[in-house]
């Protein structure tokens, strides 16, 4: 069995107990979104669920919350421009409609 970086399960053909690679695909998708309370609680809850059972996905949302400690002690104190806080705004929302 191959990794990918990108999804912790590689061969949706072998069979799992656990979850499966579209699962992992789904909550990894939405994991900042988590990170920053802005998913409604049915979601969190979903997420916090699979996080439990799928150790590779609590693997990968550890580093996401470990980078954005970092970034935060680091750069906690900088406001972007408004400028720059509406575009990425506009970008997040372009892409949450194509998810």
């Known amino acids: 069995m191959s990794t990918d ?15 499966t690679a579209a699962e992992c695909d789904h909550v990894l998708a939405r994991v900042h ?12 809850d979903e997420i916090r669920a699979h996080l439990t059972e ?10 996401e919350q470990a980078v954005k400690s970092l970034v935060k002690r680091c750069c906690g104190g900088d406001k972007a421009p408004d400028r720059l806080r509406v575009s990425i705004m506009s970008s997040i929302t372009v892409t949450r409609r194509s998810l």
Not at 36 to 44: F, I, L, N, R, S
């Open 54 to 63: 799928c150790e590779p996905c609590l693997d990968r949302f550890d580093v």
């Open 5 to 19: 970086a990108s999804t912790p399960f590689v061969d949706a053909d072998e069979p799992t107990s656990g979850p």
């Open 33 to 44: 979104e988590f990170l920053d309370h802005e998913v409604d609680t049915a979601t969190g």
